[in-house]
């Protein structure tokens, strides 16, 4: 398996434990990997928008550090702290956060390597 689909399979990982910690129940993933870039999307049902959205769309809108990818992509899934959404942001090139009606939607866009 390559390297920039290992990333996905990180990425989708952090996203879902991030889901899994909040609670989120019913949760749908869809992951379109295109040949110029790869988009994810997230949903799953919460009855109280997570207290810490606002923080989740800034770091997955912070710069990508692509000099740094390697090392951050296999730090990922070492421990369970907010920490490693940071990592998870250094991942990414975009990112969107929406709540509504008790859904909670994330769409990740990377541009592949």
Do not use: C
Not at 14 to 42: A, C, N, P, R, W
Not at 58 to 85: C, I, K, M, P, T
Not at 89 to 94: H, I, P, T
């Amino acid at each position: 398996m390559t390297r920039e689909r290992m990333k996905v399979i990180k990425i989708v990982s952090e996203l879902l434990s991030y889901y899994f910690m909040h609670h989120i129940i019913d949760v749908q993933i869809d992951v379109q990997y295109g040949k110029e870039h790869v988009m994810i999307t997230i949903v799953g049902q919460i009855s109280k928008k997570p207290d810490d959205v606002g923080e989740l769309y800034d770091v997955l809108n912070a710069e990508r550090q692509v000099e740094y990818e390697d090392y951050y992509w296999s730090l990922l899934g070492e421990h369970r702290n907010y920490s490693e959404l940071n990592l998870l942001g250094s991942l990414v090139d975009q990112g969107e956060v929406t709540y509504e009606d008790e859904h909670l939607t994330v769409k990740v866009y990377r541009a592949r390597d």
